[in-house]
């Protein structure tokens, strides 16, 4: 901070008169739908304790949010902010000072108590632990949390101190780790809050509260508190038994998120180092490790992800509405499905769980009957899961009807054909469905690579028909592609996209090239493994360096997945729209040919799945890899950087060329599409990001050595290697 400048106030801490000295400090962030911590609201904040502090009648302090719309107790710190700092003294500097003035908080005279509706993450479950007491409302929206690790940084207001000395390390540190937040229930169970209290009586019941904090032990008043173990309170006070805690949360980092990922590993050092010191040295060490890792490529590429996916969520910079506007389905709308197969029966407890009603449509009863099999599981996953409860299962269950004919089609608001993958048969389900449909609603194909322009020519209102390609299992995979054909309206577009928010989805727009996006860029990634196989290389290197190199998993585990009927299905696509350099290798081809060996839905592909036993550990399929490649133990040696520059430059190469024929507008937008529909390193901030951090010019010659004119590099990335730029450097314009 340079001078003594007068700071302007934010105008968001409003402090109430002090009623029988109980004080309400409400917190609403002017022109801001939600609460953030930003420095000049921390500024202000550090103002307003000095103005409490100086009222002798405040005995007690409720500190509250002020958003009832959003229902947001503080969302946590500003983002931005963080992206910011690039220089390390600077990131501690502001984590001391947001320290300091929660640790104002936390030594106020005033008894202080933190009433919570809604989220309060990061910075604000900081300062919520800042506070004597705790109280939330028990309302399905108030989350409690400190999520700072997903986005490569730990909490660094204190929460790494703060946390463990409240409800013990252990208890603590999965709270921290995972970053998952927590629901009321949980938060109480855990110690986390000391009360619940009915949304509605939220300020009574806090008041109350304060009322017995002051008549009973004042600052010391522990009403939840969740007493821990002898056995554990020895634990956690020894050096050697926190030694024994940290080496066990070491392991479950290791597994879960390995060596990509150094927050969580920092942050189990702040708490586990710190659970052994004072408050204030604690304090310290937590800032200058957030110092480190908020400088870290990791983090400002986890937060770029973050908030270009959170943009893309709420809509922001998405086309105008159109003249004769396509309508989204409002909520409890009917949404048609044709085809209740894999995609249509997950989009049929999808959308029933997002509070819209199903109507399936499928050729057979016995089609129906399955995609009620496949609803009925992912409802039960998510009970076995504790995300719903058992007795919810029927409800979700009874919004979705079904039939064999057309029968209900005409209340739909919108239809959404997932049929088999087939031109012919899509056009025909087309031609029989736009008979019964109203005049606004929106036709979406869930294709895979097809064509949506050839659709629309079997159309009997072409502007309302769109690819709206959903991922695979689509309950789960965030990424929703929304083609354009060449005649469908920017309304129709603009409803779809609309829709699949609500769906909580990330919409991509892209123009209507063979294979859209995602799976022209796997496409070429995938023809690689296969040649790789055939040059000689181990299948299972290959897998184990590729999901080194940070994706979920390796190219021939994701073949498994997708199927190879699947697989070979989308690279002949592929080669059909592009001709010689996307010609599959003849391995490829072959693959899907056997029913029996298919992937992970026969049991057999690339590797021999455990049947339903998920955790039981695939094995090589030797007898189909030696008709590809080498036999075990012959494996040629690869090269310093083989996969890397094999699998992933092809890939980038081929997103390079997409962006070039504006297939999507931005490279944040493939970088976007790749990490949320294929799960590509998200600490890489997707492949383009991961390309300028190599340099294109290293791309462009390593591409160029190989001599192979289908790896040949693209226009877009010769001249981003000529001119020395990156995709992203000069920096990028955003969307909107
Ligand atoms: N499975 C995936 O991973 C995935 C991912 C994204 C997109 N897709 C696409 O989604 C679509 C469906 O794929 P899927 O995997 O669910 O296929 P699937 O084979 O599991 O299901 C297709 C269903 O369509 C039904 N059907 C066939 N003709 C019909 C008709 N005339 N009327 C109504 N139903 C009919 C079939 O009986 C079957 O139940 C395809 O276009 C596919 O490319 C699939």
Request: net charge positive.
């Amino acid at each position: 901070m340079t001078g003594p400048e007068k700071k302007v106030s934010t105008g968001a801490w409003k402090l109430e008169p002090a009623e029988e000295g109980i004080a309400f400090l409400v917190f609403d962030l002017p022109g801001e739908k939600v609460n953030k911590l930003s420095g000049a609201v921390i500024d202000d904040l550090d103002r307003v304790l000095d103005e409490v502090a100086g009222v002798e009648s405040i005995r007690a302090l409720v500190v509250c949010g002020g958003k009832e719309d959003s229902g947001t107790f503080i969302a946590g710190a500003d983002i931005a902010e963080i992206r910011g700092v690039t220089d390390e003294q600077e990131a501690r500097a502001q984590a001391r000072r947001g320290q300091a003035v929660l640790g104002k908080l936390a030594s106020m005279k005033a008894v202080t108590i933190a009433a919570i509706h809604g989220n309060c993450l990061g910075g604000g479950a900081e300062l919520a632990l800042a506070c004597d007491l705790r109280i939330a409302s028990d309302f399905e929206k108030t989350r409690i949390g400190l999520p700072e690790v997903q986005l490569g940084i730990l909490p660094g207001f204190g929460g790494t101190q703060r946390l463990p000395r409240l409800i013990g390390l252990a208890r603590a540190l999965p709270v921290i780790l995972t970053g998952k937040p927590l629901d009321v229930r949980k938060a109480l169970k855990l110690g986390v809050i000391d009360e619940a209290a009915h949304p509605a009586s939220l300020r009574e019941s806090s008041r109350e509260l304060a009322v017995r904090a002051l008549a009973g032990k004042g600052k010391g008043y522990r009403p939840g508190f969740a007493r821990r173990s002898l056995f554990m309170r020895l634990l956690e006070g020894s050096g050697l038994g926190r030694s024994y805690i940290r080496s066990r949360a070491l392991k479950n980092i290791q597994r879960k998120t390995g060596r990509h990922y150094p927050a969580p590993r920092r942050a189990l050092d702040s708490m586990v180092d710190g659970y052994g010191m004072s408050l204030k040295d604690g304090l310290e060490l937590e800032a200058k490790l957030v110092g480190a890792l908020a400088v870290s490529p990791t983090c400002k590429n986890l937060i770029d992800i973050f908030l270009t996916s959170e943009a893309a969520r709420r809509g922001d910079g998405s086309g105008k509405k159109g003249r004769g506007a396509a309508r989204a389905p409002g909520e409890g709308a009917m949404v048609g499905l044709l085809g209740a197969g894999v995609m249509g029966g997950g989009l049929a407890a999808l959308v029933s769980l997002k509070g819209y009603r199903a109507r399936l449509k499928d050729i057979s009863r016995e089609a129906i009957s399955s995609g009620y099999r496949r609803i009925a599981a992912i409802l039960q996953g998510r009970v076995a899961r504790r995300r719903m409860k058992k007795s919810e299962v029927i409800n979700f269950m009874a919004r979705v009807s079904s039939s064999t004919d057309y029968a209900g089609f005409g209340s739909a608001g919108i239809v959404i054909e997932a049929v088999v993958e087939d031109m012919e048969i899509k056009k025909k389900v087309l031609r029989e469905a736009e008979t019964g449909l109203g005049a606004h609603v929106v036709f979406a194909s869930n294709t895979s690579a097809l064509s949506v322009t050839d659709l629309q020519n079997a159309a009997k209102r072409p502007g309302r028909i769109v690819g709206l390609h959903f991922f695979n299992p689509v309950e789960r995979m965030p990424l929703v592609e929304v083609i354009r054909g060449s005649r469908t309206t920017e309304a129709a577009l603009v409803a779809v996209e609309t829709f699949a928010r609500s769906l909580g989805k990330i919409p991509v727009r892209c123009e209507d090239a063979p294979g859209f996006l995602v799976n022209r860029v796997l496409g070429v990634y995938l023809n690689e493994a296969v040649r790789l196989l055939a040059e000689g290389y181990s299948p299972e290197e290959m897998d184990r360096e590729i999901r080194s190199f940070g994706m979920p998993m390796g190219p021939l585990e994701l073949m498994d997945e997708v199927g190879h009927d699947v697989a070979s299905k989308v690279s002949s696509i592929l080669h059909k729209g592009f001709g010689e350099r996307a010609r599959p290798p003849d391995a490829l081809s072959g693959l899907g040919n056997d029913p029996a060996v298919l992937g992970r839905k026969t049991g057999r592909g690339f590797y021999i799945h455990g049947g339903t036993g998920r955790r039981r550990k695939p094995k090589l399929n030797t007898a189909l890899l030696a008709k590809i490649g080498r036999e075990r133990g012959g494996y040629r040696t690869p090269y310093a950087g083989l996969w890397v520059k094999r699998l992933i430059y092809p890939m980038i190469n081929e997103a390079a060329m997409a962006l070039g024929e504006e297939v999507v507008a931005t490279a944040s937008d493939v970088d976007l599409a790749m990490v949320f529909g294929t799960g590509f390193a998200p600490f890489r901030g997707g492949p383009l990001r991961y390309a300028d951090s190599l340099g294109i010019g290293a791309i462009v010659e390593t591409l160029k050595g190989f001599g192979e004119s289908r790896l040949a590099p693209c226009e877009r990335l010769q001249e981003l290697a000529d001119r020395d730029e990156g995709f992203y450097t000069p920096s990028e314009p955003q969307n909107g």
